[in-house]
């Protein structure tokens, strides 16, 4: 079970969302975009160390055999 | 005016003044491609996390799930051959033939297109709730994106009545927030999903 402080913290920001029309969208799409930016650097930077090749094959295949299996 | 129209309605005012097009996600973005061609082949409804980030939860995701009607294997192959010529390609399998008995299977297929997007979770409508979902889909001007979503009720009853993790509880209590949900609707969906799942 999560913390409660981040109940208020979802609540909070949905009341922004609801309440700031113009401003939510910039901000969301700033944080979204930087998640992909950041998880896609860290990926880079793995297949470019020793090995990374391989350990991004075996993360490829884990994530089929997930698929698959669900 | 209250509840589910008077949501939709204010969501529409809120966007007339809200969306410039650069102000799209990269998982905007994304949605809105792969729906784009499959609405040329088959009705569709995006339905649970996505539907609350897409209304402005701050959260990732790995996948967008997409319930779509049920096709026969003809169909179908015109469908994933459409999503292959746009460099979709599926997780599972390059053939359409097995994809489609994954789908035939009530199992889900993830198109991805680049290593670093989303996945595309897409399932066929398996029961009366799915296709009733589908019956009564809806666009939510709020996200500023222009596809199909299942109804924000059943999105909420969903995951309070079924998901239940922290996550979805979160997503529902925003979803709640932003769209001053309607709670007779909610308590129908929920007693159509204790009924059917």
Redesign the interface.
Known sequence: MRDATHMEHVVRWARFVKENPTKWKAQHTEFINAIYEKAGSALDKITQMPGGKEKMRKLRELRIKAASSR | MGGKQGSYLNAF???Q???PVE??????KFCMEFCSLVEKHVKYIIVSGFVA?A????R?TEDIDVIIESLDKEKFIRLHGELIKNHFSC??SDSANEVHS?LKDN????YVRE?????MEVKFAKDVLDNLQIQGRIKIP?T?IDVWFGSIEMNIAYKEEYLKS?KDL?DA??LR??FDANEEKINKCKELIRKYR
């Open positions: 005012r809120l966007n003044v809200m969306e102000d799209r996600s990269i998982l905007d980030i209304a402005g939860r701050k990732a997780i599972q994954y199992l889900s297929v993830r290593n670093n997007e989303p996945e709020l500023g922290d979160e209590k925003h927030i932003v």
